[in-house]
């Protein structure tokens, strides 16, 4: 199996002086999103070095490679879903324009009815939520995880991700999670979430996503 080392990303530092949500909080959390890095890049390791011996003992109650198999999933949600919320954190709050508020009102009916949405899937959530677009439905939908590596859904793009374990707010806001949730929408970086969604609406054919020009 093919190793692919990942690095952590530097974020903008305007994340360290956020309004509500602590310098503190954030170098905290970046210490996680890091861990996520270091173990994404060990479990695939450890999955490049299956003997046949391992490939023979694989059972779904327990096993080596089924253990490494899932926990590569939740690490690798783990720096997926960071990357994306800190890399739209640091802004200056506020609402989108153009194509992307367009559809949230087309979606959502209102900017605020999307907000009131979002606001209580991240409630509701025990891990994450998602604003995605689903390529397949051709909507923006906000879903709910409970974990780093639940609950995909197949044909959606995640745009803006709202991380709600407690780490995330515990230090400023204790177990008050709607108050966070607030300080979160205060900070974001709508241009950054416009590209996001510039980006998963544009049919790419070439396999390079993230860097293409061309599709
Ligand atoms: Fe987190």
């Given at each position: 199996m093919q190793v692919n080392k990942i690095q952590p990303k530097t974020f903008n530092e305007k994340i360290f002086q956020m309004k509500g949500i602590s310098k503190k909080t954030v170098?905290?959390?970046?210490k996680l999103y890091q861990g996520y890095v270091n173990?994404?890049?060990?479990?695939?390791?450890?999955?490049?070095?299956?003997?046949?011996d391992?490939?023979?003992?694989?059972?779904?109650?327990?096993?080596h490679i089924r253990e490494l198999k899932t926990e590569l999933s939740f690490a690798w949600g783990g720096v997926v879903n960071h990357e994306?919320?800190?890399?739209?954190?640091?802004?200056?709050?506020?609402?989108?324009?153009?194509?992307?508020?367009?559809?949230?009102?087309?979606?959502?009916?209102?900017?605020?009815?999307?907000?009131k949405d979002l606001k209580a899937t991240g409630i509701a959530a025990r891990g994450w939520v998602w604003t995605a677009w689903n390529e397949k439905?051709?909507?923006?939908?906000?879903?709910?995880?409970?974990?780093?590596?639940?609950?995909p859904v197949w044909y959606a793009k995640p745009i803006l991700a709202l991380d709600t374990y407690e780490h995330a707010y515990f230090i400023d806001y204790g177990v008050n999670r709607a108050s966070y949730i607030?300080?979160?929408?205060?900070?974001?970086?709508?241009k950054t979430i416009k590209e996001n969604f510039e980006n998963a609406i544009r049919k790419c054919t070439c396999g390079q996503e993230e860097s293409c020009d061309e599709c």
């Amino acid at each position: 199996m093919q190793v692919n080392k990942i690095q952590p990303k530097t974020f903008n530092e305007k994340i360290f002086q956020m309004k509500g949500i602590s310098k503190k909080t954030v170098e905290e959390h970046l210490k996680l999103y890091q861990g996520y890095v270091n173990k994404y890049n060990e479990i695939q390791e450890k999955l490049a070095a299956l003997t046949d011996d391992d490939f023979s003992k694989a059972n779904q109650v327990y096993s080596h490679i089924r253990e490494l198999k899932t926990e590569l999933s939740f690490a690798w949600g783990g720096v997926v879903n960071h990357e994306i919320y800190f890399g739209h954190l640091g802004g200056e709050g506020g609402q989108p324009t153009g194509e992307l508020l367009k559809q949230i009102e087309k979606d959502f009916g209102s900017f605020e009815a999307y907000k009131k949405d979002l606001k209580a899937t991240g409630i509701a959530a025990r891990g994450w939520v998602w604003t995605a677009w689903n390529e397949k439905e051709g909507r923006l939908f906000n879903y709910l995880g409970d974990a780093q590596n639940t609950f995909p859904v197949w044909y959606a793009k995640p745009i803006l991700a709202l991380d709600t374990y407690e780490h995330a707010y515990f230090i400023d806001y204790g177990v008050n999670r709607a108050s966070y949730i607030d300080a979160f929408f205060e900070n974001l970086d709508w241009k950054t979430i416009k590209e996001n969604f510039e980006n998963a609406i544009r049919k790419c054919t070439c396999g390079q996503e993230e860097s293409c020009d061309e599709c």
